[in-house]
């Protein structure tokens, strides 16, 4: 995305005219499509792209368009019924689910999709719980009615099934299949015919064949709209004959309360169906002005949150923003509530995909974006001036996947630390840190794809080429009983010599984490000054265990004798000697290998729960429950990190690309010994191959 000098547009402030919808469903369900669709029937665009060709205009990026799937929301605009529709079109991966999550908190409205063959999928009921939990409204739409085993009606009862009941149909099909030739909008009991990928023309009259049809799914649709207004109610079991604006009406209030779901259907490949649902938009989903921000910003003159950054090479940052309150205007200044800096807006962007226009202002409600604000990044708030409000938090995913990476080229760390950097400023759900046990420089990301994805970007945004590892699993080592050792250092080589005489107590810590030192010296033995060496010494030896080479922890030391040289003894006599003692000890300690193990849940859809836990328990995996909820299992279960490292793959194959998992770090537990002797013969291994 290139800033360059555009022309400057005027842009609607009035929130009551603007609708502001983020478009959301599985991948693979047509969201890009239907984006399109509208953008080309509202005449936002003058011909219709394909996925397929790489031609949208959502799906604008090089990546997006080499795997036909969108990586980062997108935001697009148009005007229908003098109203300014700002569409998000946001990606359908889980891998890249950071960008919905920060999408839904800036939009009055979700717009559902689910393929009208495969139904109602994992994401699509992820995005629709999350859309729940902010009491967002919701409108939900049937794609791909032409293709082979398309179901409306199937794909209709699993919306009412599992996600609400409360979802009720506003069209129905003409046909089905290869057949298909058309949709009726009971709402307004009008009928569209397929234009075959030209713009809708206007309603016809409905099928003779479809009459019936059409006033049953009508009636079903007045009777769930009355419930939700008593005074509707009255007039309809009256017999009173309803008018459409005023049953558009409250079908509208009643979406903005959450009280009912309109279900609508189409092909948006074919343009089929696009101008039912702008209609259902305009009517269905609130204004600004009718639905306070979720964001409270109670107080404030002007406010904006940046709920994405763009990490441009050639722009630099580009932050994209949704008006809280008052007016953002260029060339005005604000200040970053989390910094506590001002920031200088200078050119202000209307989008639409990668092309923009300069705007003088954004009013309150609307969304666009800025460039080149120098501190300001995801998730911070804007304000005219500094007021006590805390910025909103996104609540993003946490990674599930890492992998080590190494630059290609020798003395690029730098350059891949702060290009990474760059890239996590654009998606927060890539964290880039080192593991401090083992050294490594990790990734970490929502799946494989999300971090190829970003190893890919950072080739071609910033020419930084990197290597990907499996992590090496940060194994610890410990002590299971008591064990006693002394040693002496002694080096004579004519003149000055070194010696250094220590006595020590090991024993396991109840915890089997941390490290405890205890001066037990009476009697001046070992002079106080000499005490903290062998401290210093038996932590350097801790470093690296004996049995793998991992760090040792768990440990409680008892310095209880020893003995000096009044002119030999140093310092360094005495760390050696504490050092060399406590591997003493060690060895006859009984010492433990301890893995990390991972608390994981998994969501899968009922019919592959038994592969699953099969699956979870030959990675040494112990269940601990399931919860059925809405034709999904979640499977919580403890599992060894070393076994679950690779675990996104085997979840892809076993479900089809409907599960997800999440996990974090529970606890150290003994590795089984059978495991531990490899690893141990292993990690021997390693410094002979060193040396050939």
């Known amino acids: 995305m290139r800033i360059e000098a555009a022309k400057i547009v005027p842009v609607p402030t009035e929130a009551g005219k603007i609708r502001n919808v983020a478009v959301t469903g599985h991948r693979g369900t047509g969201k890009t499509s239907l984006v399109e669709a509208m953008l080309f029937q509202a005449g936002a665009i003058n011909r219709l792209g394909s996925v397929e060709q790489g031609s949208t205009t959502s799906d604008w990026d090089e990546d997006e368009q080499r795997r036909q799937m969108s990586l980062a929301s997108s935001i697009c605009h148009l005007a229908w019924q003098e109203r300014k529709i700002n569409l998000i079109d946001t990606p359908g991966d889980p891998g890249f689910s950071g960008d919905t999550v920060a999408a839904l908190r800036v939009v009055e409205g979700a717009l559902v999709l689910a393929s009208a063959v ?7 009921s992820r995005v629709w719980a999350r859309a729940e939990e902010l009491g967002l409204p919701r409108l939900a739409f049937v794609n791909m009615l032409d293709r082979e085993r398309a179901d409306f009606f199937r794909a209709l009862e ?4 599992l996600l609400s009941d409360r979802c009720v149909a506003v069209n129905i099909p003409i046909g089905s299949e290869h057949e298909l030739t058309g949709i009726v909008d009971v709402l307004h009991l009008k009928a569209y015919m397929s234009p075959e990928g030209e713009r809708e023309s206007g309603p016809v009259e409905i099928p003779a064949e479809l009459q019936d049809a059409a006033a049953e799914y009508r009636e079903k649709l007045l009777d769930s709209v009355v419930e939700t207004d008593e005074k509707l109610m009255e007039r309809y079991l009256e017999g009173e004959e309803l008018g459409h604006e005023e049953v558009a009406k409250a079908l509208k209030d009643a979406v903005t309360r959450g009280e009912l779901f309109p279900v609508a259907c ?29 964001i409270d910003v109670d107080g404030a003159g002007t ?33 970053n509530t989390r910094s506590h800096n001002k920031e200088r807006v200078g050119q202000l962007l209307v989008l639409q995909g990668k092309d923009h226009e300069s705007a003088k202002e954004f009013g309150a409600g609307d969304i666009g974006a800025v460039a080149k604000l120098k501190e300001t990044t995801t998730g911070d708030l804007l304000l005219d001036a500094e007021r006590d409000i805390e910025p909103p938090k996104l609540d993003f995913p946490e990674p599930v996947m890492s992998f080590a990476i190494t630059p290609k080229a020798k003395g690029d760390e730098e350059k891949v630390g702060t290009s990474l950097r760059r890239l996590a400023e654009e998606d927060p759900t890539l964290v880039l840190r080192r593991d401090q046990q083992t050294g490594e420089q990790l990734l970490s990301g929502m799946s494989q794809i ?18 990907l590892h499996q992590p090496r699993v940060p194994y610890l080592e410990t002590i299971r009983k008591e064990a006693r050792a002394r040693h002496r250092y002694k080096k004579q080589t004519g003149g000055r010599g070194q010696f250094g005489d220590c006595e020590i107590v090991i024993e396991p810590l109840p ?14 033995v070992i002079a106080q000054g000499f005490r903290p060496a062998v401290n210093k010494g038996i932590q350097e030896a801790m470093e690296h265990g004996e049995l793998a080479g991992a760090p040792v922890q768990g440990v409680k030391v008892r310095l209880v004798d020893g003995q000096q040289h009044q002119v030999d003894s140093s310092e360094m006599a005495f760390k050696i000697a504490g050092s060399m003692a406590f591997k003493d000890a060690y060895q006859k300690a009984d010492p433990v290998l301890l893995e ?5 849940e998994v969501s899968v859809p009922d019919d592959t729960v038994g592969a699953i836990n099969g699956d979870l328990n030959s990675r040494r995996g112990r269940l601990q429950g399931m919860e059925p909820r809405a034709g999904m299992t979640t499977i919580k279960a403890e599992v060894p990190m070393a076994e679950i490292l690779t675990y996104s793959q085997a979840l892809t194959s076993l479900t089809g690309g409907r599960g997800d998992y999440h996990m974090h770090f529970l606890r150290y537990e003994e590795v089984p010994s059978h495991i531990a002797q490899k690893l141990i013969a292993e990690s021997q291994k390693e410094p002979e191959e060193a040396k050939v």
């Open 118 to 124: 495969m139904g109602v999928e994992v994401q699509t």
């Open 158 to 161: 699993q919306f009412r099934s």
């Open 266 to 294: 189409g092909v948006a490949t074919k343009n089929l169906g696009t101008t039912a649902l702008l209609d259902l938009l305009v009517e269905g989903i609130p204004s600004p002005a009718k639905r306070p921000p979720a």
């Open 303 to 335: 406010a904006a949150f940046v709920f994405k950054t763009v990490a441009d090479p050639f722009a630099g940052r580009i932050n994209l923003f949704r008006v809280l309150a008052g007016t953002l205007n260029s060339d005005s200044t604000v200040v």
């Open 450 to 467: 999300h971090v190829e994805v970003a190893v890919e970007r950072l080739s071609r945004r910033f020419g930084v080429d990197v290597d």
């Open 511 to 524: 915890e089997r984490s941390g490290y405890e030192f205890v001066d037990e010296i009476v009697g001046g």
């Open 596 to 600: 990390p193990i991972m608390e994981v």
